[in-house]
């Protein structure tokens, strides 16, 4: 190995450069890493020259043809000295020839990550290396994390690497990447922080063999201790525990082999190199090896003070049996060997639930497996709150519905609907309940609430032959249509502009409310600040329609706010929201939404937004019928959020179809044939004739 | 998985493409006449199963026979006779060849070296590990290189073999290394090497495993072999859907347990956790892998694989992993659920408790999603974050586990 320290391997000002730099994974990586770190000075991949990968807060990324061209472009002192291969594997032996030809001098180090590249081509690539006096580490390395200087390279620490990465006097060797990550964040629990982070990858050959990293480690100041996470396959164990007997090393080692549960089965553990192929390859010799090389048994949480004291004796350190009894022995060897914590252990190592949900089970299991929640720490905690507030709503899985239901069944006996047999709600329940059941899949909660929906379906009947509903089931008598025929036409006439308006009043409320923690409509005491969210809302619906005023644009429109015929006072109301509104009234029923929109009306005309205050319409007061109703199923997730989307429009479509209904009937009686059609003479024709 | 064949393949289909001299052999069907010919000439034949296994000999499946009624039923019997649990594919006879020398030799890549190694020993028929280190030469090779037949000799000097056979085998030795370099193998090894009186040399045993990611093994144009498996319809699917991506992992080893269904990520997570599970008595169905951070398709379509074979079956369902550096928790999570509430939606309701820690980015909205689902389908859970580590969470399962059989069976709680 050429690098003589760690530091070697990745140090603060190294630079950078990644091949296949815009596949899915390395652009990722490196854009977490500039974030990070700020050492990546360039990337290539094959006819993506002149692109740039954009770094939001951090130092764009230039991408070229190939490296070549990368090294040509660069000035020198920004020439790379690290290589990172994100290559497929077939393009890796090519890649590394390529950094080898033109960064001869100037690379030090190639980190390969790339997995499932060939055993031949790995053992290629180290003789290559060799020749051109490189460095190569992997294949299939996680990458190197140097915590004091804050750099990596790879995606050691994930999106998050100082999270994991205190700065501390632990190095980590570890043929799993992930383990490096996992146990840097154990071992805070230690009041250990990291020195480096190493990632061998565990293929057959590990062209960084661990006798060749623990030289290094040795000779760094800074690590302490060095933790190492071991697999079986290989002899590099037995060679570094050669080299440190004859080399005198002095560092202690903290080490855990797994594997040995797979020894003598069939078993193919995860990574390709963990293969039992000879002597000193497996998991049980490797552990034999470690005993040896320590001259004490593995650790013992039970015994601490025997581990501690045959440590101070044998200063080498120890082995232990469970990946958490890291920790402890970590501790025990820090105090036998007085070394010094690098700060306050953050936390116990403990089970530690974040959410919990038993059920019944919790009942029947004792009490130390009955968890409760625990306490989840910062940023979780915080993250975990808002987007449990936030999320409304069962999440359904899409699947092949054809043939089936549901909302329905028969079993040739009974038709049901939601399990619920249509003979026996007949005999027992309204046309409105039934409705409503078979919306929500379950009966409503209170009688008031099928009162209200019942209420909701009469006022949608008509609105007046002008409205363009009823106009289409004239025409469609008009026509001699049969009545299924104009029930369509009145259907086909309504939308989200007429009738629909509900659909965006559910979204616009839903989008409100979703993050205020209101669990029931109904209950005045428990509503959220009604006057902050109208004031927020108001506020920044009026700054926005300013803004958009001066820049010659508009905003949104409030949904199912105003009315075309309701609207020619100071205050104007609509006579079919009113009745909702009295209902609610004398039976001291209180619903969240309608307050909500009575405040946002008149907080809207007070801040000078409108002129006057606009009839909260008959679509917000059904809105908010529905959303009352649906509310507390949509909170303990027993409904969909679309679903609930569709209630209020679904409402005034089945009211509306009666209208049309009547308006059919009506015209198919009194009106003559083609008497919907507008006169001749009444039409404007605005294109002239042009042959 | 790497490909392996036996010596059978390795007599029908390269010894010859190389030059290396072997025995005569008759591989199944072999009519009556033939071996009544092959054996008159040979004097003797022996009878082998074609299984990837060692120690047949030991397990009484290499028999010697000079009759032809007899070849045919002791071809017939060590067929049928499996060896360490493994099926033979069929049975085959090769010419007997008096010895006076057995030699050892394998190529394979060397830990130590880096490097592709040659070893040869004159102490052939024993098993490597059992040859002393003074009676075997190591030679560390070039890979671009290989071995040449200087090289060879000099490895047989030193075992004190000198003269025409030195000469002899040094050349088969190099054929060796051209097999084992334009075939992509990983390993091979030729033991014995059988030396007659004559100082005629014959390659009497032969396995070799194969490196599947290198393009000489995917091109060679070889009739891999079937050999019977024991290979339940869930690991074959699993194995054709992994190898048909290698976006992501989708790595599972079967264990033989029943009770605790384990969707575990990253090598090492896995590894420890299993073992973890296994040492507890966790019962784990199979080892996992399904870290790398797949795409949504690739994650959904390998836990509807899992649980479509064992959700309505186990008792348990853990998803572990420790904190991911690469894989997104909230897409995977979700992939996932999805794949769990479809198998719940088409084969009907599960009642078992399941058990979740995880790590990494966008790991709240990954919980979120889990939550979500595990609530709609009514089932108990306990998830835990990175602070909790994995081993500590396995031994948790484990212990839930055992609590439920023993209400299983009466017992008190």
Not at chain 1, 234 to 250: I, S, V
Not at chain 1, 598 to 621: F, I, M, P, Q, Y
Not at chain 2, 111 to 121: C, D, G, K
């Amino acid at each position: 190995m050429n690098a003589a320290t760690l530091s070697g391997l990745l140090k603060k000002g190294d630079r950078v450069a990644v091949s296949n730099i815009t596949g899915r994974e390395a652009e990722k990586v490196s854009v977490i890493s500039q974030l990070y770190c700020d050492n990546i000075v360039g990337g290539w991949a094959l006819a993506k020259g002149g692109q740039t990968i954009p770094v939001a807060g951090g130092k764009d990324i230039r991408v070229f043809n190939d490296f070549e061209a990368l090294m040509k472009a660069l000035p020198e002192k920004e020439r790379p000295n690290k290589v990172i291969v994100y290559s497929p594997p077939d393009a890796v032996y090519g890649d590394v020839k390529e950094v080898i030809q033109h960064g001869r001098g100037a690379v030090e180090t190639v980190y390969v990550i790339t997995e499932h590249v060939a055993v031949e081509v790995t053992a290629k690539l180290k003789h290559l290396c060799d020749d051109a006096n490189m460095d190569i580490v992997g294949c299939n390395t996680l990458g190197v994390m140097n915590a004091r200087d804050k750099v990596r390279i790879g995606a050691v620490g994930g999106d998050a690497p100082a999270e994991s990465f205190i700065p501390g006097g632990a190095t980590i060797i570890s043929n799993s990447g992930n383990m490096v990550n996992t146990i840097a964040s154990y071992l805070q629990s230690a009041g250990l922080g990291i020195a480096y982070g190493i990632a061998t990858g565990k293929d057959p050959l590990i062209l960084t063999p661990l006798k060749e990293l623990l030289a290094l480690a040795g000779k760094d100041r800074g690590t302490k201790l060095i933790v190492l996470y071991i697999e079986p396959g290989g002899t590099y164990e037995r060679d570094a525990l050669q080299y440190l007997k004859t080399h005198r090393f002095t560092k202690p080692l903290l080490v855990y082999v797994s594997g040995a549960f797979a020894e003598g089965k069939n078993i193919s553990l995860g990574h390709a190199g963990a293969v039992v192929d000879g002597a000193c390859t497996s998991s049980t010799d490797k552990m034999r090896l470690f005993d040896d090389y320590f001259g004490i048994p593995p650790f013992d949480p039970g015994d601490e003070k025997s581990a501690r004291r045959k440590i101070a004796r044998s200063k080498r350190g120890i082995r232990v049996a469970t990946l958490h009894g890291l920790v402890p022995a970590a501790r025990v060897l820090m105090e036998a060997l007085s070394i010094a914590q690098d700060f306050k252990p953050l936390r116990p190592l403990a089970l530690n639930p974040w959410l919990v949900e038993l059920g019944p089970l919790a009942r029947r299991l004792p009490k130390e497996l009955a968890l409760k929640p625990g306490t989840i720490p910062s940023p979780y905690k915080e993250l975990m709150l808002s987007q449990l507030k936030a999320e409304l709503g069962r999440s359904v899985a899409r699947q092949s519905m054809r043939g089936a239901s549901h909302a329905s069944s028969n079993d040739g006996v009974t038709p049901r609907i939601y399990g619920y047999s249509l003979p026996a709600l007949m005999s027992r329940c309204s046309f409105s309940r039934a409705v409503l059941l078979a919306w929500l899949g379950a009966p409503p909660a209170h009688d008031f609430e099928v009162e209200l929906f019942e209420m909701c379906l009469t006022a949608s009947i008509t609105n007046g032959p002008g409205t363009i509903s009823a106009q289409a089931a004239k025409l469609s008598a008009s026509a001699g249509n049969e009545p299924n025929t104009a029930l369509m036409a009145t259907l086909g006439a309504i939308g989200l502009v007429h009738g629909g308006n509900g659909k965006e009043a559910a979204r616009f409320l839903v989008k409100l409310f979703k993050g205020t923690g209101l669990t029931d409509p109904y209950d005045r005491k428990k509503a959220p600040d009604l006057d902050k969210l109208v004031g927020g809302y108001v506020s920044d619906y009026k700054r926005r329609k300013e803004a958009s005023k001066v820049a010659g644009g508009s905003v949104e429109k409030i949904p199912c706010l105003g009315h075309p015929v309701f609207n020619k006072d100071a205050v104007n109301y609509d006579p079919r929201e009113r009745v909702v509104n009295k209902y609610l009234e004398d039976n001291r029923r209180y619903n969240v939404f309608l307050d909500f929109y009575h405040r946002l009306t008149r907080e809207l005309t007070a801040r000078g937004v409108t002129g006057k205050s606009h009839a909260v319409n008959v679509d917000a007061a059904l809105t908010c019928v529905c959303l009352g109703i649906a509310w507390p199923l949509l909170v303990s997730r027993q409904i969909a959020l679309e679903r609930v989307y569709n209630l209020p429009f679904l409402t005034f479509a089945l009211g509306r179809v009666a209208g049309g209904g009547a308006e059919y009937l009506d015209h198919h009686e009194y009106g003559t044939d083609m008497d919907m059609r507008t006169p001749n003479g009444e039409c404007r024709f605005l294109t002239r004739p042009k042959d | 998985m790497n490909p392996r064949i036996g010596e059978l393949v390795f007599l029908e289909q390269l010894a010859h493409r190389y030059k290396l001299p072997v025995p005569e052999f008759l591989a199944e069907p072999v009519s009556q006449s033939l071996l009544k010919e092959k054996l008159e000439k040979w004097g003797s034949g022996i009878i082998k199963p074609d299984v990837l296994t060692g120690k047949r000999g030991k397990a009484g499946s290499i028999l010697k026979v000079g009759k032809v009624l007899d070849a045919l039923k002791a071809m017939r019997e060590v067929a049928a006779a499996s060896i360490n649990g493994l099926q033979p594919r069929s049975a085959y006879i090769v010419q007997c060849v008096p010895a006076d020398y057995e030699i050892y030799t394998s190529i394979s890549y060397n830990s130590h070296t880096l490097s592709p190694a040659f070893t040869v020993s004159l102490k052939g028929g024993m098993d490597v590990e059992a040859i002393s280190d003074k009676d075997k030469v190591t030679v560390p090779l070039n890979v671009f290189q290989g071995l040449n037949a200087y090289q060879a000799s000099e490895a047989l000097n030193k075992l004190g073999l000198t003269g025409k056979l030195n000469s002899r085998l040094s050349l088969a030795f190099v054929n060796l290394w051209d097999m084992f370099i334009s075939t992509g193998m990983l390993s091979c090894e030729i033991n014995p090497w059988r030396v007659t009186k004559a100082g005629q040399v014959f390659a009497c045993d032969f396995k070799a495993t194969f490196d599947e990611n290198n393009f000489k093994t995917k091109d060679l144009g070889l009739k891999w072999p079937e050999y019977p498996t024991t290979e339940s319809d869930f690991e074959a699917e699993m194995k054709a859907w992994a190898a048909s991506s290698h976006q992501g992992q989708a790595h599972v080893s079967s264990l033989g347990g029943k009770r605790i269904l384990p969707l575990l990520f990253g090598g090492g997570a896995g590894t420890i956790i299993t073992e973890t599970l296994t040492m507890l008595g966790g019962d784990p169905i199979f080892l996992s892998d399904f870290g790398g951070n797949p795409p949504y398709e690739r994650m959904k379509k390998t836990a509807a694989i899992c649980f479509d074979h064992h959700l309505h079956k186990c008792e348990l369902l853990l998803i572990l992993g420790g904190k991911a550096n690469n894989t997104l928790i909230d897409l995977t999570f979700a992939a996932i659920a999805d794949a769990l509430q479809e198998c719940v939606d088409a084969k009907g309701p599960v009642d078992i408790p399941v058990i979740i820690g995880r790590g990494g980015a966008h790991l709240v909205q990954g919980f979120e999603v889990m939550k979500k689902t595990l609530d709609n389908l009514h089932l108990p859970y306990v998830i835990f974050g990175p602070d909790t580590p994995i081993t500590l969470v396995a031994d948790y399962a484990a212990s839930v586990l055992k609590r439920r059989k023993k209400q299983a069976q009466g017992g008190r709680v």
